[in-house]
């Protein structure tokens, strides 16, 4: 699977708020700094809001793996937008997920 595909299904699982789902694709790197699965999932409920719109994605490569970013809107159930946020995904070149920040777009 290439990097960008990667990116987009745990972004997707993130989204759909399939915590267990994303936290399982995390390395234990990436686990160890969040510390447990709630933890990971509070952060990312407050980024993302209910329903998160896409608003752009990026991927940058190189030789040691990937950085995949999607820009998204947190939205209320009601769907009323709010801040926009930025989950980046870092890949390791066998599309591990080595970390994933969620902090608010520049």
Do not use: C, H, K, N
């Amino acid at each position: 699977m290439d990097a960008r595909t990667r990116g987009r299904e745990v972004t997707t699982l993130l989204e759909q708020g399939q915590w267990a789902q994303a936290w399982a694709s995390l390395s234990p790197t990436a686990q160890a700094r969040w510390g447990t699965v709630a933890a990971f999932q509070a952060a990312g409920q407050d980024a993302l809001g209910a329903q998160p719109r896409v608003l752009s994605e990026a991927l940058v490569e190189d030789e040691g793996g990937a950085v995949y970013s999607r820009v998204l809107e947190a939205q209320d159930a009601a769907g009323q937008g709010g801040q926009s946020w930025a989950v980046t995904i870092r890949l390791d070149s066998q599309g591990t997920v080595q970390d994933v920040e969620f902090a608010p777009a520049q």
